[in-house]
Protein backbone atom coordinates (compact mmCIF):
# COMPACT_ATOMS: atom_id res chain seq x y z
CA UNK A 1 0.00 0.00 0.00
CA UNK A 2 1.57 3.35 -1.16
CA UNK A 3 1.65 6.00 1.66
CA UNK A 4 3.11 9.16 2.27
CA UNK A 5 3.76 10.41 5.58
CA UNK A 6 4.63 13.90 6.24
CA UNK A 7 6.23 15.43 9.45
CA UNK A 8 4.23 17.35 12.30
CA UNK A 9 2.81 21.27 12.74
CA UNK A 10 5.52 23.82 12.40
CA UNK A 11 5.18 26.97 14.35
CA UNK A 12 8.21 29.47 13.13
CA UNK A 13 9.12 32.85 13.66
CA UNK A 14 9.39 35.62 10.71
CA UNK A 15 12.55 35.10 8.74
CA UNK A 16 13.69 31.60 9.60
CA UNK A 17 13.47 28.97 7.46
CA UNK A 18 11.96 25.08 8.23
CA UNK A 19 12.16 21.59 6.59
CA UNK A 20 9.30 19.43 6.04
CA UNK A 21 9.70 15.61 5.44
CA UNK A 22 7.29 13.49 3.21
CA UNK A 23 8.33 9.46 4.47
CA UNK A 24 7.47 7.20 1.34
CA UNK A 25 6.41 3.73 1.54
CA UNK A 26 4.79 0.69 -0.36
CA UNK A 27 6.35 1.42 -3.64
CA UNK A 28 9.84 2.31 -4.85
CA UNK A 29 10.97 5.42 -4.12
CA UNK A 30 13.01 6.29 -6.97
CA UNK A 31 10.55 5.46 -9.64
CA UNK A 32 8.29 8.32 -9.37
CA UNK A 33 8.76 12.04 -9.60
CA UNK A 34 7.30 13.69 -5.87
CA UNK A 35 5.44 16.83 -5.99
CA UNK A 36 4.86 19.60 -3.00
CA UNK A 37 1.63 21.56 -3.16
CA UNK A 38 0.40 24.47 -0.98
CA UNK A 39 -3.13 25.01 -0.04
CA UNK A 40 -3.27 28.55 2.18
CA UNK A 41 -6.05 28.78 4.46
CA UNK A 42 -9.40 28.55 2.94
CA UNK A 43 -7.94 28.36 -0.40
CA UNK A 44 -7.39 26.59 -3.41
CA UNK A 45 -4.20 24.54 -4.38
CA UNK A 46 -0.66 26.01 -5.77
CA UNK A 47 1.59 23.80 -7.47
CA UNK A 48 5.13 24.33 -6.30
CA UNK A 49 7.51 21.88 -7.89
CA UNK A 50 8.22 18.54 -8.22
CA UNK A 51 11.81 15.97 -7.25
CA UNK A 52 12.76 13.05 -9.43
CA UNK A 53 14.36 10.81 -6.78
CA UNK A 54 16.65 8.67 -9.57
CA UNK A 55 18.71 11.77 -10.12
CA UNK A 56 17.63 14.48 -8.10
CA UNK A 57 16.60 16.84 -10.95
CA UNK A 58 13.81 19.02 -10.26
CA UNK A 59 10.74 21.64 -11.74
CA UNK A 60 9.62 24.68 -10.01
CA UNK A 61 6.83 27.14 -10.68
CA UNK A 62 8.30 30.29 -10.70
CA UNK A 63 6.53 31.68 -8.13
CA UNK A 64 8.48 29.81 -5.65
CA UNK A 65 11.88 29.49 -7.02
CA UNK A 66 13.59 31.62 -4.17
CA UNK A 67 11.20 30.15 -1.88
CA UNK A 68 11.63 26.59 -1.70
CA UNK A 69 14.15 24.15 -1.89
CA UNK A 70 13.57 20.37 -2.78
CA UNK A 71 15.63 17.32 -1.72
CA UNK A 72 15.80 13.95 -1.61
CA UNK A 73 17.53 11.22 0.86
CA UNK A 74 16.73 7.82 -0.87
CA UNK A 75 18.61 5.58 1.59
CA UNK A 76 15.10 6.25 3.67
CA UNK A 77 13.11 7.10 0.81
CA UNK A 78 12.13 10.54 2.43
CA UNK A 79 11.62 13.88 0.36
CA UNK A 80 11.99 17.04 1.49
CA UNK A 81 11.00 20.68 0.90
CA UNK A 82 12.74 23.44 2.49
CA UNK A 83 11.23 26.90 2.77
CA UNK A 84 13.69 29.97 3.79
CA UNK A 85 12.91 33.65 4.74
CA UNK A 86 9.30 32.93 5.57
CA UNK A 87 6.61 35.85 6.17
CA UNK A 88 3.26 35.32 7.34
CA UNK A 89 2.35 34.59 3.25
CA UNK A 90 3.87 31.22 3.69
CA UNK A 91 1.36 30.58 6.47
CA UNK A 92 -0.60 27.36 4.80
CA UNK A 93 -0.37 23.42 4.69
CA UNK A 94 1.83 21.77 2.20
CA UNK A 95 1.40 18.55 0.78
CA UNK A 96 3.71 15.96 -1.08
CA UNK A 97 1.92 14.25 -3.61
CA UNK A 98 3.45 11.08 -5.77
CA UNK A 99 3.31 11.45 -9.67
CA UNK A 100 1.82 8.36 -10.85
CA UNK A 101 3.10 9.01 -14.74
CA UNK A 102 5.70 11.39 -15.17
CA UNK A 103 5.20 12.10 -18.93
CA UNK A 104 1.62 12.86 -17.96
CA UNK A 105 1.95 13.74 -14.60
CA UNK A 106 -0.98 13.09 -11.96
CA UNK A 107 -0.73 13.60 -8.44
CA UNK A 108 -2.12 10.00 -7.31
CA UNK A 109 -0.84 9.67 -3.77
CA UNK A 110 -1.22 12.75 -1.35
CA UNK A 111 0.20 12.88 2.52
CA UNK A 112 -2.30 14.01 5.20
CA UNK A 113 -0.19 17.64 4.92
CA UNK A 114 1.61 19.43 7.21
CA UNK A 115 0.15 22.76 8.44
CA UNK A 116 2.98 25.70 8.68
CA UNK A 117 2.53 28.58 11.11
CA UNK A 118 4.44 31.32 10.50
CA UNK A 119 4.11 33.89 13.76
CA UNK A 120 6.48 35.60 16.00
CA UNK B 1 0.36 30.50 -16.55
CA UNK B 2 -3.06 28.42 -17.79
CA UNK B 3 -5.45 29.65 -15.77
CA UNK B 4 -8.51 27.12 -14.89
CA UNK B 5 -12.02 28.09 -13.82
CA UNK B 6 -14.36 26.25 -11.98
CA UNK B 7 -17.14 29.10 -11.59
CA UNK B 8 -19.34 27.02 -9.53
CA UNK B 9 -17.66 27.89 -6.13
CA UNK B 10 -20.25 25.55 -3.99
CA UNK B 11 -23.23 23.67 -4.84
CA UNK B 12 -26.09 22.05 -2.92
CA UNK B 13 -27.72 18.37 -3.92
CA UNK B 14 -29.86 15.78 -2.49
CA UNK B 15 -28.42 12.27 -2.15
CA UNK B 16 -29.04 10.37 -5.45
CA UNK B 17 -28.45 13.27 -7.36
CA UNK B 18 -26.88 13.66 -10.28
CA UNK B 19 -24.39 16.44 -9.90
CA UNK B 20 -22.07 18.06 -12.87
CA UNK B 21 -19.19 20.12 -11.60
CA UNK B 22 -17.17 22.42 -14.53
CA UNK B 23 -14.30 23.45 -15.18
CA UNK B 24 -12.36 25.44 -18.05
CA UNK B 25 -9.20 26.47 -18.58
CA UNK B 26 -7.39 29.61 -20.28
CA UNK B 27 -6.35 27.97 -23.15
CA UNK B 28 -6.66 24.16 -24.44
CA UNK B 29 -4.72 21.60 -22.87
CA UNK B 30 -4.98 18.21 -25.24
CA UNK B 31 -7.51 16.75 -22.32
CA UNK B 32 -4.37 17.06 -19.50
CA UNK B 33 -7.03 17.09 -17.08
CA UNK B 34 -7.47 16.08 -13.53
CA UNK B 35 -9.89 15.86 -11.05
CA UNK B 36 -9.09 15.33 -7.20
CA UNK B 37 -11.68 15.17 -4.34
CA UNK B 38 -10.46 16.77 -1.16
CA UNK B 39 -12.64 15.84 2.32
CA UNK B 40 -12.89 18.38 5.36
CA UNK B 41 -10.00 17.06 7.27
CA UNK B 42 -7.93 17.78 4.41
CA UNK B 43 -7.17 14.37 2.47
CA UNK B 44 -6.54 14.73 -0.94
CA UNK B 45 -7.69 11.81 -3.31
CA UNK B 46 -7.26 11.56 -7.16
CA UNK B 47 -10.39 11.04 -8.65
CA UNK B 48 -10.15 11.09 -12.63
CA UNK B 49 -6.67 10.99 -14.25
CA UNK B 50 -6.16 12.69 -18.51
CA UNK B 51 -10.07 13.55 -18.64
CA UNK B 52 -11.82 10.48 -18.28
CA UNK B 53 -9.56 7.85 -16.52
CA UNK B 54 -10.80 6.10 -13.53
CA UNK B 55 -8.46 6.08 -10.57
CA UNK B 56 -7.81 2.73 -9.39
CA UNK B 57 -10.85 2.30 -6.55
CA UNK B 58 -12.31 5.31 -7.43
CA UNK B 59 -16.14 4.14 -7.22
CA UNK B 60 -17.92 3.82 -10.77
CA UNK B 61 -20.14 6.42 -10.58
CA UNK B 62 -17.71 8.99 -10.81
CA UNK B 63 -16.75 10.26 -14.57
CA UNK B 64 -15.15 12.86 -16.65
CA UNK B 65 -15.29 14.25 -19.80
CA UNK B 66 -14.68 17.17 -22.03
CA UNK B 67 -12.03 18.75 -24.77
CA UNK B 68 -10.26 21.82 -25.96
CA UNK B 69 -11.01 24.21 -22.62
CA UNK B 70 -13.95 22.88 -21.14
CA UNK B 71 -14.28 20.15 -18.36
CA UNK B 72 -16.50 18.03 -16.47
CA UNK B 73 -16.93 15.88 -13.63
CA UNK B 74 -20.17 13.54 -12.56
CA UNK B 75 -20.98 12.27 -10.12
CA UNK B 76 -24.02 10.26 -10.38
CA UNK B 77 -26.34 8.80 -7.19
CA UNK B 78 -24.69 11.30 -5.14
CA UNK B 79 -23.88 9.50 -2.10
CA UNK B 80 -23.03 10.83 1.84
CA UNK B 81 -18.94 9.92 1.73
CA UNK B 82 -19.01 12.50 -1.59
CA UNK B 83 -19.67 15.66 0.61
CA UNK B 84 -16.22 17.36 -0.20
CA UNK B 85 -14.73 20.10 -2.73
CA UNK B 86 -13.64 18.90 -5.75
CA UNK B 87 -10.60 20.54 -7.86
CA UNK B 88 -9.52 20.22 -11.17
CA UNK B 89 -6.12 20.49 -12.36
CA UNK B 90 -4.31 20.91 -15.87
CA UNK B 91 -1.09 19.45 -16.67
CA UNK B 92 -0.43 20.80 -20.17
CA UNK B 93 1.66 23.35 -19.22
CA UNK B 94 4.29 24.24 -16.14
CA UNK B 95 3.47 25.59 -13.68
CA UNK B 96 0.83 22.76 -13.27
CA UNK B 97 -2.30 24.66 -11.76
CA UNK B 98 -5.95 23.93 -10.11
CA UNK B 99 -9.03 25.74 -10.44
CA UNK B 100 -10.32 27.07 -7.29
CA UNK B 101 -12.48 24.22 -6.70
CA UNK B 102 -15.86 23.69 -5.80
CA UNK B 103 -17.91 22.73 -2.65
CA UNK B 104 -20.44 20.23 -2.57
CA UNK B 105 -23.14 19.82 0.25
CA UNK B 106 -25.88 17.83 0.84
CA UNK B 107 -29.17 19.79 0.61
Known amino acids: EVQLQQSGPELVKPGASVKISCKAS????????MHWVKQSHGKSLEWIGY????????AYNQKFKSKATLTVDNSSSTAYMELRSLTSEDSAVYYC?????????????WGQGTTLTVSS | DIQMTQTTSSLSASLGDRVTISCSAS??????LNWYQQKPDGTVKLLIY???SLHSGVPSRFSGSGSGTDYSLTISNLEPEDIATYYC?????????FGGGTKLEIK
Open chain 2, 27 to 32: QGNSNY
Open chain 1, 97 to 109: ARDGDGNYPYFDY
Open chain 1, 51 to 58: IYPYNGGT
Open chain 2, 50 to 52: YTS
Open chain 1, 26 to 33: GYTFTDYN
Open chain 2, 89 to 97: QQYSKLPYT
